[in-house]
């Protein structure tokens, strides 16, 4: 049995937190987020759970992503009880965090690799969702609301000579040339926190303000422009729509003070403009040291509740 003794996040509850480190293509799937009918990633996931502790299980994810849209640094907890823990283990002297990494993956790739009634194209998904780490969370620890930050990013080929068609899954290969500096002129104006309406498809009782931290763009030396977006939060749609203004920008159709005069109309409109959500990426989700972990999830769920 695992002989360390189990971190309880929620003492009162008795109930033990599991965090999960994973990444997915998000191209097969309709999204983050359980839909009737579609293949999401959170339904596999919860499939494979549930065929796996034999209930229900329900996720918590830092950061829900658009149909498309792919994952490297996803994070999401789901709580057991410490029976329930324990018997992952099947009795043996081995870590139940170890034991859950290995059945998981197991079972996810049945999952994934043997769907009824799905498209060709994808009756077998095996790998397009991986599970890196399956461990007990500190006390305190939420994946949605503990969260300091979410990192984006996103490829662009504006050259010919830069369309590579190994990596065309996951870059958007733009026909006009891109100006790297007006697009970062154009970032850096937008920066801090705004009331973010003109980038964002509001959603009822939820806000649109948030802290956009970083918003920048550079050219690797392959030729491919890559965009860094990072926020406290994103609303839904909002680095699309943020990506899609900039490239008006860097394309030459619109003025670098263009994007500061948008997010000051706090107006959505014709000239709102999703960039295509393929090579969009979730990089990374940034947590505070453990013992900050509670205080920042409830100075969030505060704020949150404020703002709506």
Same mark, same amino acid.
């Given at each position: 049995?695992?002989?360390?003794?189990?971190?309880? !996040?929620? !003492?009162?509850?008795?109930?033990?937190?599991?965090?999960?480190?994973?990444?997915?293509?998000?191209?097969?799937?309709?999204?983050?987020?359980?839909?009737?009918?579609?293949?999401?990633?959170?339904?596999?996931?919860?499939?494979?759970?549930?065929?796996?502790?034999?209930?229900?299980?329900?996720?918590?994810?830092?950061?829900?992503?658009?149909?498309?849209?792919?994952?490297?640094?996803?994070?999401?907890?789901?709580?057991?009880?410490?029976?329930?823990?324990?018997?992952?283990?099947?009795?043996?002297?081995?870590?139940?965090?170890?034991?859950?990494?290995?059945?998981?993956?197991?079972?996810?790739?049945?999952?994934?690799?043997?769907?009824?009634?799905?498209?060709?194209?994808?009756?077998?998904?095996?790998?397009?969702?991986?599970?890196?780490?399956?461990?007990?969370? !500190?006390?305190?620890?939420?994946?949605?609301?503990?969260?300091?930050?979410?990192?984006?990013?996103?490829?662009?080929?504006?050259?010919?000579?830069?369309?590579?068609?190994?990596?065309?899954?996951?870059?958007?290969?733009?026909?006009?040339?891109?100006?790297?500096?007006?697009?970062?002129?154009?970032?850096?104006?937008?920066?801090?926190?705004?009331?973010?309406?003109?980038?964002?498809?509001?959603?009822?009782?939820?806000?649109?303000?948030?802290?956009?931290?970083?918003?920048?763009?550079?050219?690797?030396?392959?030729?491919?422009?890559?965009?860094?977006?990072?926020?406290?939060?994103?609303?839904?749609?909002?680095?699309?729509?943020?990506?899609?203004?900039?490239?008006?920008?860097?394309?030459?159709?619109?003025?670098?003070?263009?994007?500061?005069?948008?997010?000051?109309?706090?107006?959505?409109?014709?000239?709102?403009?999703?960039?295509?959500?393929?090579?969009?990426?979730?990089?990374?989700?940034?947590?505070?040291?453990?013992?900050?972990?509670?205080?920042?999830?409830?100075?969030?769920?505060?704020?949150?509740?404020?703002?709506?």
């Amino acid at each position: 049995m695992h002989s360390q003794k189990p971190v309880v !996040p929620q !003492p009162d509850s008795g109930l033990l937190r599991v965090r999960m480190n994973l990444a997915y293509d998000g191209g097969p799937f309709s999204g983050w987020a359980i839909q009737p009918g579609l293949l999401t990633v959170q339904g596999a996931l919860e499939e494979a759970l549930a065929t796996l502790l034999r209930r229900p299980i329900r996720l918590t994810v830092a950061g829900r992503t658009d149909a498309g849209v792919h994952a490297r640094g996803q994070v999401v907890h789901f709580d057991l009880e410490p029976g329930e823990w324990e018997s992952l283990a099947r009795g043996k002297m081995i870590d139940p965090s170890a034991s859950l990494l290995r059945r998981l993956r197991g079972v996810v790739t049945k999952v994934l690799g043997g769907r009824v009634g799905a498209p060709v194209p994808y009756r077998d998904l095996a790998g397009a969702i991986e599970v890196h780490t399956a461990e007990l969370a !500190p006390i305190g620890f939420d994946a949605r609301f503990s969260a300091l930050w979410r990192r984006y990013s996103y490829r662009i080929a504006d050259r010919a000579e830069s369309w590579d068609p190994l990596t065309r899954n996951i870059t958007l290969w733009h026909k006009h040339a891109l100006d790297v500096d007006a697009l970062n002129s154009a970032a850096e104006r937008i920066l801090g926190v705004n009331d973010y309406l003109s980038f964002c498809k509001p959603r009822q009782f939820s806000t649109t303000i948030r802290e956009l931290q970083d918003f920048s763009f550079t050219r690797n030396n392959d030729g491919v422009v890559v965009a860094t977006v990072r926020a406290d939060a994103f609303c839904h749609n909002m680095v699309r729509a943020l990506i899609g203004a900039s490239l008006t920008v860097g394309a030459g159709e619109e003025r670098p003070e263009w994007l500061h005069e948008r997010l000051v109309a706090k107006v959505r409109d014709s000239k709102t403009i999703l960039a295509p959500p393929h090579p969009l990426i979730l990089e990374e989700v940034k947590y505070p040291d453990d013992a900050a972990l509670s205080g920042r999830a409830e100075q969030t769920r505060a704020l949150r509740t404020s703002e709506d």
